[in-house]
DNA sequence: AACCCCAATTGGTACGTACTTAAATGGATA
DNA sequence: TATCCATTTAAGTACGTACCAATTGGGGTT
């Protein structure tokens, strides 16, 4: 297995092809309507009942139900907002429906600061692949992103097609899977340089996002600085509190 | 269950207390240590193996351990980011080392304009106890929090010392108790009176937060609008990708 | 030494059972 | 009519078994 490609096919699990079929039904039903018991789900879909308490988790987790014991469970009101993933930037765009693109600003080699040797837990000095690119939605500009790699874990990377998706390059190419990532979110005001890029007035409010992802095993893979312009972006999410 | 075992355990489930035990466990590991396999951590714990996964499932959610299948557990890498969940002000700025606080602004009540009665799911003109503090972290002022709820769920709250947790006072005289929010980030520049309030030069940067939020029923029970001050306050978040 | 293959290990999926706790229901009672 | 309480129903917890899938490491081959 080690030679081929990690082909993450393979057969969907019982649990997530419910999940799916019931996140299909629930869009066809109104606000706090009952689902099937537990016990029903699992005659109705010949699977156990812990297969249907799987699924249900799942959908509980991403806000699409709620479940009250000795009462049901119920399809949980709609809300603007989804549950904070970790996306790109293509991604993120469509998915509100707009079309990513992109203007390579800066590529090129640079030695890692102390900053991004510590994010990227690397030596200072380590060479890194530096990338600013401003990210266009539907061809306007909507921020100035900052990526920083490790140079010797992305060879070639440089010359490729650097316009689109940066995560599906690392994938295709790389092996590389960005799986978790550590974010801090504050406002800031735009510099000179920063401010023309974004074609917006100097010294404007900015969301600025630093980002460091993480492989399955933990390795930072990636450091980003995004700098959004305010007046077409925010950030929108859904926060849960525990039990107690 | 044997019938000798004592029953003063409490309501803690199982799976609950084990997480606790491990996360206090895994304080003490390094990153990337190895947790004993599942199998090992139900026998020494006296549980089933389901049991174990489910209290393992809690820490991998948390992003205290990372699990890979044919491998075993290990500790995740320590980053200073926790996962997000719902916080008031007070829980969040003690869980930063700080000491919180308030000074109530305004408080009273006034009708529903057309955007506060959708987010609170009344009609328009809808009486709404409207509330607005300074908060403080260490006597310092840290944001403007602007919070509205249905005036008739809350009778004699305006009444009440609210310079503390709006939270813990909503549980403890209302029973009313947030599960889950909404919110949108954005960036802004503070205007005459919110610069006033902070203490800070009139168009500075500030971070808004509004946030909607739901009891367990997905009824929504308060509607808040945060001005943080962007120079003493960051959102810092880990967020996931699924398994694609 | 390098490579490949197989077996053991380990987490992932799925099933079953049994019981507990909380909410809703409906009938008896004041 | 209104209240109380026992019953029923539902999700929550916990155990056990079995097998699947991915990783790892050892042993044999090249």
Redesign the interface.
């Given at each position: 297995m080690s030679s081929g490609t990690p082909r993450?096919g393979g057969p969907v699990p019982k649990y997530e092809r419910l999940r799916r079929a019931l996140a299909a039904a629930i869009g066809a039903l109104g606000?706090?309507a009952a689902l099937p018991t537990e016990r029903e789900l699992a005659v109705q879909h010949g699977v156990s009942r812990a297969t249907v308490r799987q699924a249900l988790e799942a959908l509980e987790?991403a806000?699409l139900v709620?479940r009250?014991q000795g009462a049901g469970t119920?399809v949980?009101?709609r809300?603007?907002?989804k549950t904070?993933?970790?996306?790109s930037f293509s991604e993120d765009m469509r998915a509100k429906g707009l079309t990513p693109g992109s203007r390579v600003v800066v590529v090129g080699e640079a030695a890692a600061d102390h900053d991004e040797a510590a994010d990227l837990a690397v030596g200072t000095g380590t060479p890194l692949l530096r990338l600013v690119r401003v990210r266009l939605a539907d061809s306007a500009p909507m921020c100035v992103e900052t990526s920083r790699l490790v140079a010797a874990r992305v060879p070639g990377l440089a010359a490729m097609d650097l316009t689109g998706s940066l995560y599906a390059l690392l994938a295709e190419h790389f092996e590389i899977?960005?799986?978790?990532?550590?974010?801090?979110?504050?406002?800031?005001?735009t510099g000179e340089e920063q401010s023309a890029l974004l074609g917006i007035a100097s010294r404007s409010?900015?969301?600025?996002v630093d980002r460091?992802s993480?492989d399955?095993?933990?390795a930072p893979v990636e450091s980003t600085t995004s700098l959004?312009r305010?007046d077409r972006y925010?950030?929108?999410?859904?926060?849960?509190?525990?039990a107690p």
């Open positions: 993450t606000d706090d987790a806000g709620y009250v119920y949980a009101p809300t603007v907002a904070l993933s970790l996306t899977r960005p799986r978790r990532a550590d974010q801090a979110v504050r406002s800031v005001v409010p900015a969301l600025r460091v993480y399955e095993r933990g959004y305010a925010e950030i929108r999410f859904a926060v849960h509190r525990e």
